[in-house]
C-alpha cells in the first residue's frame, strides 16, 4: 500500500527498513519504543500536502517528527505499528530573513541552532534558547510551544511566532506566514497550532519574531543559602537593571554535583559548598549605561545583607559559556546518573520557593529513599521537579511500579499551588494520563472538540495530547 508513498517522495524520502526507522522509534529519555509502517521525509510543502492526503484516503495514521528531543514522548509512534513517522529533517531552508521587520520564515525542519546563526548573521536575535538547540526543529518548538531560557523577558515560543504555514489533515494547505504584526480575522490558527503537538496538522514553516542583537551582556553564578534568597536576589537584579535579566536558572546542589560527575571538562563554577545556586544572564541592546557595574553592585549589596554567598561575573564569552554549559548539562547528566520519574511544574513565581521546599520535604517523606532535584527556569516559575529512584532500587523497576503514583502525588501538591502539571514540555503521551485525570471536563470536552473539529478522522499524532473519550 505504501509503494505509491515510495514513489512521490522517491528514495530519499522514503523508508520501511527497521533498520533505518529504529534510530526515530524512541524518545529522547527512553521510555517510550513505538514502530511504523514507514518513515517519510517529505522535501517541500507539496509533498508533506501528499502525504497527508494519501494518509486520509488510507486511514494511515501521521506521528511529525523534528528533532525527536521532545520529553513527552510526543514524536514516538505507538506500539501498534499502524502510523507513519512523518519527518521534517528535508524541509530545512530559511526562506527568508529580514532585519528590518525583525522577521525570519523557516521551514519546519530547520534547528534552533541554525536560527540562532542565521538572525546572528543578519545582526539580530532570536530570543528563545533551551539545551537542545543543536537538534530542536522549527516544527517542534512551535508544536510545543517550547519555553527555554529566556522565557522570563521574550516568553515561550507562541509570544515570538508570527505566523505559520500548515497542511490539515484533509491535505489542504493553510498559509499563514504574511508576519504581520497585527491580523485579527477571527480565531488564531497559528495560536492553535502552538501547542498542538502535532495533532492538528502538520506544521511547515514559521514567521518568526527576531529582537535586535546584543551589545552588551552578562552572565553571573550565585551561590546562595536558599531558594527564597534567589527569588529576593532576582527582583534586586531587576530592580537594578530594569527588564535586562532574560535568564534566571535555579541550580541545587544535588543537581550541580550530577553535572560534575558526569559530564567531562566541567568543574565547580564557585569555591565553596553551596545549597543552591543560580545562573544569571543580563543583556542590554546599547553600550551605555554600563550593565556589569549595575550587576555587581547588586551581587555586593546582597552579599552584604546574607542574600548571596559567594558569585563570580564570567569575565570573557568563554567563561560565561562555560557556565551555561553546566546548567545545560543537567538533563544529559540527570539520564546518566539513572531513573527519575520527572516532572515540568510551574505555580506562581512567588509560591516556588515555598513549593520547592513543602513538595520536596512531603516527597521524600512519602516515598522513602527518593531524592528530589528541582531545578531550572525560577524566573518563571517553572521547575523541573524530578523525583530520583532510591539509590538501592532497580530503577527501571521502580518506575514502572512506582512512578506513576509519584508523578499523581506531585501533580497533585501542583493542582493544590495552582499550578499545571506542564510548564513547557507539553503532554505528549508521557503525561496522557495525568492530563486526563487533572484538567477538568470543561477543558477536556473543548481539547476534544477541537481536535475533532480539525481532524475528525483522528490521523494526526493520535494517542498524544487529547485524552480518549471517557470509556
Ligand atoms: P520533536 O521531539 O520531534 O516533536 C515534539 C512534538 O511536536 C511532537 O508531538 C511532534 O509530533 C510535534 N511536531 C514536531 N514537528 C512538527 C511539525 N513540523 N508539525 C507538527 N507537529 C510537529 N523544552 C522546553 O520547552 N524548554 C527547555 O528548556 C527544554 N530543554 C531541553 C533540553 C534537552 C537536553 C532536551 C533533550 C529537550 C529539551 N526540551 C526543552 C524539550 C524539546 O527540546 C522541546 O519540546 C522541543 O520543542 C522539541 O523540538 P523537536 O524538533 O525535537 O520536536
Ligand atoms: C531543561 O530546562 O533543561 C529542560 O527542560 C530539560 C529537562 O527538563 O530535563
Ligand atoms: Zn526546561
Known amino acids: 500500500m505504501t509503494d505509491d508513498l515510495r514513489a512521490i517522495l522517491g528514495p530519499k524520502g522514503f523508508t520501511d527498513d527497521p533498520v533505518d526507522m529504529a534510530p526515530w522509534l524512541t524518545d529522547w529519555r527512553g521510555r517510550r519504543t513505538g514502530r511504523a509502517r514507514a518513515l517519510v521525509s517529505p522535501a517541500s510543502t507539496q509533498e508533506a500536502a501528499a502525504v497527508a492526503r494519501w494518509a486520509v484516503a488510507n ?42 521587520d525583525d522577521l525570519l520564515v523557516a521551514e519546519a525542519g530547520v534547528t534552533l541552532q541554525t536560527v540562532h546563526d542565521a538572525a546572528e548573521a543578519a545582526g539580530r536575535r532570536f530570543p528563545l534558547s533551551l539545551a537542545a538547540k543543536g537538534s530542536a526543529t522549527v516544527g517542534g518548538l512551535v508544536s510545543t510551544n517550547a519555553g527555554g531560557t529566556q522565557v522570563l523577558r521574550f516568553g515561550p515560543m507562541r509570544a515570538l511566532l508570527l505566523g505559520i504555514e500548515a497542511v490539515l489533515p484533509d491535505g489542504s494547505l493553510f498559509e499563514g506566514l504574511s508576519g504581520l504584526r497585527k491580523d485579527n ?38 551561590g546562595l543559602p536558599d531558594a527564597g534568597s534567589a527569588l529576593t536576589l532576582l527582583r534586586r537584579l531587576e530592580a537594578a537593571t530594569g527588564d ?37 544572564e543580563a543583556t542590554a541592546v546599547s553600550a551605555e549605561p554600563p550593565l556589569g557595574s549595575r550587576i555587581e553592585a547588586a551581587l555586593a549589596d546582597a552579599a552584604a545583607d546574607g542574600v548571596v554567598a559567594d558569585a563570580i561575573v564570567a569575565a570573557s564569552g568563554a567563561q560565561a559559556d562555560a557556565l551555561w554549559k553546566l546548567r545545560e548539562s543537567i538533563s544529559e547528566a540527570e539520564r546518566a546518573d539513572g531513573v527519575a520519574a520527572k516532572h515540568d511544574v510551574s505555580v506562581p513565581v512567588a509560591a516556588m520557593p515555598g513549593f520547592i521546599a513543602s513538595a520536596r520535604a512531603a516527597t521524600e517523606a512519602r516515598f522513602p529513599g527518593t531524592r528530589v532535584i528541582a531545578f531550572g527556569h525560577l524566573g ?37 499551588a495552582g499550578g499545571s502539571i506542564s510548564a513547557e514540555h507539553g503532554i505528549g503521551q508521557l503525561k496522557l494520563a495525568e492530563f486526563a485525570r487533572t484538567a477538568g471536563s470543561a477543558r477536556l470536552a473543548a481539547v476534544r472538540a477541537i481536535k475533532a473539529a480539525l481532524d475528525p478522522l483522528g490521523i494526526m499524532n493520535p494517542g498524544k495530547l487529547v485524552p480518549p473519550p471517557q470509556a
Open 59 to 100: 486511514r494511515v495514521p501521521i506521528v511529525p517528527q523534528g528533532g525527536n528531543t521532545s520529553m513527552v514522548a510526543g514524536a514516538t509512534p505507538s506500539a501498534d505499528g499502524d502510523a507513519l513517522i512523518l519527518s521534517t529533517r528535508r524541509m530545512a531552508r530559511i526562506r527568508s530573513i529580514s532585519a528590518e
Open 185 to 222: 480575522r477571527g480565531y488564531d490558527l497559528r495560536q492553535l497550532f502552538a501547542g498542538a503537538e502535532g495533532t492538528l496538522g502538520i506544521v511547515t514553516a514559521a514567521a518568526l519574531r527576531l529582537v535586535p542583537a546584543v551589545a552588551q551582556r552578562v552572565v553571573a553564578w550565585v
Open 244 to 280: 535586562a535579566v532574560e535568564s534566571f536558572e535555579l541550580v541545587p546542589a544535588n543537581a550541580l554535583a550530577l553535572v560534575l560527575a558526569h559530564i567531562p571538562g566541567t568543574r565547580a563554577p564557585l569555591a565553596g559548598e553551596h545549597a543552591w545556586h543560580v545562573l544569571v
Open 380 to 416: 518563571d516559575g517553572n521547575v523541573h521537579f524530578n523525583v530520583r529512584a532510591p539509590a538501592a532500587s532497580d530503577g527501571a523497576a521502580w518506575l514502572v511500579g512506582q512512578g506513576d503514583e509519584v508523578s499523581a502525588f506531585v501533580h497533585d501538591l501542583v493542582g493544590a
